[in-house]
């Protein structure tokens, strides 16, 4: 179905051991004036399977997914993990669309100011800094182990 958004394909549905109960980063839609656009060539594989780690003692520290992102013309899998995400900021999730005439559109992961619709896109996409890693990423799921 065109013009249908592909989310999934881009992030983990449900990682191994990962809960309800982890705490994750404030989401928010991805801005209209400010996201991220990108043309990609085609859809990204599969989710991989991570093993979430031990949550460190931090109460600050939230849980990050493992996701695709598309750098330098192909899928390349980020790594789930610990981050203390940018004060006053929010996670736009990635997604995928086909606009009726065009190439598949990819609208990145970005973190986004909480007061994004009031600057402007330029600012709104530099205002927050990269979250700091708190603990250790997630390792690839090996069964039997």
């Known amino acids: 179905m065109r013009g249908a958004l592909l989310f999934g ?3 983990a549905p449900a990682q191994l051991s ?35 780690s031990k949550q ?13 992102d ?3 013309g192909r899928w390349v899998w980020g790594a789930g993990g610990w981050v203390v995400p940018p ?10 669309s086909w606009p009726e005439a065009g190439a598949l559109q990819l609208l990145r992961w970005h973190w986004f100011p909480d007061n994004v ?9 530099t205002a927050c800094a990269t979250p700091v890693p708190c603990g ?9 182990k």
């Open 56 to 68: 460190p003692e931090n109460e600050a520290c939230v849980w990050l997914d493992g996701h695709w």
């Open 136 to 144: 250790k990423p997630a390792e690839k799921y090996r069964p039997g």
């Open 18 to 52: 990962c809960s309800s109960s982890l705490p994750v980063p404030k989401f928010g839609p991805q801005p209209p004036e400010a996201a991220l656009l990108q043309s990609v060539d085609y859809p990204p594989p599969p989710a991989q399977a991570e093993v979430v």
């Open 87 to 96: 004060k006053d900021c929010f996670l736009a999730r990635p997604t995928l």
């Open 9 to 11: 394909l881009l992030v």
């Open 117 to 125: 619709d009031e600057l402007t896109p330029e600012k709104a996409r």
């Open 70 to 72: 598309w750098v330098g």
